[in-house]
T-cell receptor, first 114, second 115 residues
Framework: GAGVSQSPSNKVTEKGKDVELRCDPI?????LYWYRQSLGQGLEFLIY????????KSGLPSDRFSAERTGGSVSTLTIQRTQQEDSAVYLC????????????FGPGTRLTVL | AQSVTQPDIHITVSEGASLELRCNYS??????LFWYVQSPGQGLQLLLK??????LVQGIKGFEAEFKRSQSSFNLRKPSVHWSDAAEYFC?????????????FGQGTRLTINP
């Protein structure tokens, strides 16, 4: 079956522009996670969605970052007024949503802010 | 707050040699522990995980890890490495939330294999 997919695979934008990153989780997975991987900060949690519960936004670095999950499936991470420090690989993962279940990661979106 | 430390940023071993990658965690309760591998240009793949029970866990690709509560460690081992094991390895602790868990990762250890 299909794994987690993300689009675009690469995104180059200018400072100050808004960007949207998309994640398609594995079908049937109730939990969806966003992480960011950068040279300076390593792998860091951003936000997760679990079923119909309110998302855990505790990892979002600023109010320029937001995410939504429509219909319990596809998720979009939006970064407004991008800054150069937002340059990173943004990883999406999904799981069955119970503690201890494996999180399956997508290939990531490499964001470069010029 | 939970944290994970991987003391070795980069390790080089010869093909066929044994391997141990270190991981120390800080967590208030019994942790959910994971090791992931990231090959160049690839996504993260789960090698193994520990929740409870036997403290020595077996994973894919011939890897194993041992949970030692007294040392707050979860070191990854392999008896004989192959050139294809060259990759970056991440240890993570799962922080429980509302029916799911977010992962707190270590900084990663990059493994180079000498022929």
């Amino acid at each position: 079956g299909a794994g987690v997919s993300q689009s675009p695979s690469n995104k180059v934008t200018e400072k100050g522009k808004d960007v949207e990153l998309r994640c398609d989780p594995i079908s049937g997975h109730t939990a969806l996670y966003w992480y960011r991987q950068s040279l300076g900060q390593g792998l860091e949690f951003l936000i997760y969605f679990q079923g119909n519960s309110a998302p855990d936004k505790s990892g979002l670095p600023s109010d320029r970052f937001s995410a939504e999950r429509t219909g319990g499936s596809v998720s979009t991470l939006t970064i407004q007024r991008t800054q150069q420090e937002d340059s990173a690989v943004y990883l999406c993962a999904s799981s069955l949503g119970r503690a201890g279940n494996e999180q399956f990661f997508g290939p990531g979106t490499r964001l470069t802010v010029l | 707050a939970q944290s994970v430390t991987q003391p070795d940023i980069h390790i080089t071993v010869s093909e066929g040699a044994s391997l141990e990658l270190r991981c120390n965690y800080s967590y208030g309760a019994t942790p959910y522990l994971f090791w992931y591998v990231q090959s160049p240009g690839q996504g993260l793949q789960l090698l193994l995980k520990y929740f409870s029970g036997d403290t020595l866990v077996q994973g894919i690709k011939g890897f194993e890890a041992e949970f030692k509560r007294s040392q707050s460690s979860f070191n990854l081992r392999k008896p004989s490495v192959h050139w294809s094991d060259a990759a970056e390895y991440f240890c993570a602790v799962g922080e429980l939330g509302r029916g799911a868990q977010k992962l707190v990762f270590g900084q990663g250890t990059r493994l180079t294999i000498n022929p």
